[in-house]
């Protein structure tokens, strides 16, 4: 595909870089916007923002080490792998953190910022498609893509970015207007859609159980988590 987005002399910009980045800056302005409807100072509000992406980037990259079974992943290249399902629990450990020492609403804050993660993640999709990282199994519908040594694979990346870019609606303009649990409808409604999309998948994404991928099971935990919460 097209991993490197602009080259000058020795300096590189990878697209999947740039794209994570406007994925994180879309769903951030959005946020600010909203800032006042979460209760929230400008100080509060960037305080938070910061405890979440630290949360965040430590929580993905541990649970990049820990589905490929191998610790130097976290020092080798600290631009790449990254496991979403990782992010989503470091952050909210991180936004554990912060209510205490910010004194927020965290109900609340966490509806908000859940409805925000499907636009980021979207936009960071199609980072994954760029680099030709995360690409589908072999397909001969019309759509497919060049990608891996196959002329023709499912450009899951496309997928997952669509229904990430309807669940994000759907949370941010119908669900939190009338004031609906977000957190737990995202989060459940996104582990439907990875379970589904890992079985078109064909890279390599760390050895599961019974059959499934790590991010399947994953998936399967985060249901009954949301499931379980009051």
């Not at 199994?137 to 990608?147: A, I, R």
């Not at 196959?150 to 669900?175: C, K, M, T, W």
Request: glycine share 12%.
């Amino acid at each position: 595909m097209y991993p490197t987005l602009l080259t000058v002399g020795p300096f590189s910009l990878s697209t999947y870089g740039v794209l994570s980045a406007a994925g994180y800056a879309a769903a951030i302005t959005w946020l600010s916007r909203r800032r006042e409807a979460m209760g929230l100072s400008e100080e509060k509000f960037w305080s938070l923002v910061y405890w979440l992406f630290g949360g965040i980037i430590i929580g993905a990259k541990l649970a990049y080490a820990l589905v490929e079974r191998d610790i130097t992943v976290l020092w080798r290249d600290p631009r790449y792998g990254f496991v979403f399902y990782g992010g989503v629990a470091g952050a909210a450990v991180a936004g554990l953190i912060a209510r205490k020492r910010l004194g927020l609403d965290y109900r609340r804050c966490a509806d908000y910022f859940a409805a925000a993660m499907p636009l980021g993640h979207a936009i960071g999709r199609l980072g994954c498609l760029g680099a030709g990282c995360c690409f589908g199994s072999h397909t001969d519908l019309p759509w497919g893509l060049p990608m891996a040594g196959d002329p023709s694979r499912h450009p899951v990346q496309l997928y997952e970015a669509g229904l990430n870019l309807g669940l994000f609606f759907v949370a941010a303009y119908i669900l939190l207007p009338r004031r609906l649990p977000v957190f737990r409808i995202v989060v459940a409604a996104y582990a439907v859609i990875r379970f589904a999309l890992e079985f078109l998948r064909d890279d390599p994404r760390g050895a599961g159980l019974a059959g499934l991928s790590p991010s399947q099971l994953f998936a399967l935990v985060a249901l009954l988590l949301v499931w379980r919460l009051k």
